[in-house]
């Protein structure tokens, strides 16, 4: 059969997806709130550390929810989480090659003035503005 | 008149059908868009100490509201999902229906709440905080809008009963629309 033939015959998309088991979206989503709810409150605590867990880690845990869940990531060929976790690796070496020079404004053999300028400047009107308002 | 459908539409060559497999491609390379942005904000946020007394104008209540107006949107798209693959073509319109009204909630609240900020004198070139907040939340709300705006010529074919596969296509893009805007979230408006 040649190709043009099959593909007229295959079955359509969805056919092809095959029906699965569906979780209790609505439970999925209550967790889902559930979190964002801890996001909100956690950083009224005021500990850094707690901040950084409950916003970031938690929004690393939503994630997670969604794509398994909501986007059955789980239930997809693995290489398409292969293929998505690959483009995340891109984006770390990307971070990992420009971050030195980003966050940090002076080295051995270097000096960022203007970004030192920037600081500064920045640090000494942030006082300011909040009186104004 | 009617047309034959492209071989593209009726062919899984990759064990995948074809269409679902090209909305899988357009996520990988908005991850690479949006991470590039994000790790740069990050980056930057980190460098610069001085972005904590913009951060603190940023409207938390408002950055929440949304996430739960998106969240919410997310599971009524999974449920047309559930109901594009039970042949309910009717429920799945209805449900992508709501889910656009997610959509536009969403919009509404950014809309009031960019025009505050800017009225507030905050704007696209008042600071790189300001530049990246802008940059950031406005390329994700042109994402929404695309979103709804596909959603409702899927629910439009979806109501009479036809193409019912692409209800799962484009509730992928909607939740990872969702998904970006779960990182968004913390970066722009809870880490002050």
């Known amino acids: 059969m040649s190709d043009t033939a099959q593909a007229q015959t295959a079955p359509a998309p969805a056919a092809a997806g095959g029906e699965h088991h569906h979780p209790n979206y609505v439970k999925i989503w209550a967790i889902l709130v559930g979190l964002l709810a801890v996001s909100v409150v956690g950083p009224m605590v005021g500990v850094r550390w707690l901040t950084l867990v409950t916003a970031f880690g938690i929004a690393i845990v939503k994630a997670y929810l969604v794509a398994r869940n909501f986007m059955h990531i789980n239930l997809e060929k693995r290489w398409v989480a292969y293929l998505l976790l690959g483009m995340l690796a891109f984006m770390a070496i990307f971070m990992g090659g420009v971050s030195p020079d980003v966050m940090k404004h002076d080295g051995a053999n270097w000096n960022n003035d203007a970004a030192k300028a920037w600081v500064e400047k920045g640090l000494k009107e942030a006082p300011k503005e909040e009186e104004h308002r | ?192």
Not at chain 2, 13 to 37: D, H, K
Not at chain 2, 58 to 77: I, K, Q, Y
Not at chain 2, 166 to 178: A, L, M, Q
């Open chain 2, 1 to 192: 008149m009617s047309f034959p459908k492209p071989a593209a539409t009726l062919r899984s060559a990759t064990g995948i059908p074809t269409g679902r497999l090209g909305v899988w491609w357009v996520i990988a390379s908005e991850i690479v868009i949006f991470g590039g942005l994000l790790g740069s904000y990050i980056m930057h946020r980190l460098g610069h100490p001085e972005w904590a007394h913009q951060s603190i104008n940023t409207n938390t209540w408002a950055g929440a509201f949304n996430t739960l107006v998106l969240l919410t949107s997310s599971l009524f798209a999974v449920l047309a999902h559930q109901a594009a693959e039970q042949k309910n073509g009717p429920k799945a319109a209805r449900l992508l229906m709501v889910t656009c009204l997610g959509g536009l909630i969403f919009l509404i609240v950014k809309s009031f709440e960019w025009t505050h900020e800017i009225r507030e004198g905050f704007t696209l070139t008042s600071n790189t905080f300001w530049s990246f907040y802008y940059t950031a939340a406005g390329l994700h709300g042109l994402h929404v809008i695309a979103g709804v705006v596909i959603m409702l010529i899927v629910a439009a074919d979806a109501r009479k009963g036809l193409e019912l596969q692409r209800v799962e296509n484009i509730g992928i893009y909607w939740h990872f629309v969702d998904l970006v805007w779960i990182f968004l979230f913390p970066l722009l408006y809870i880490a002050k």
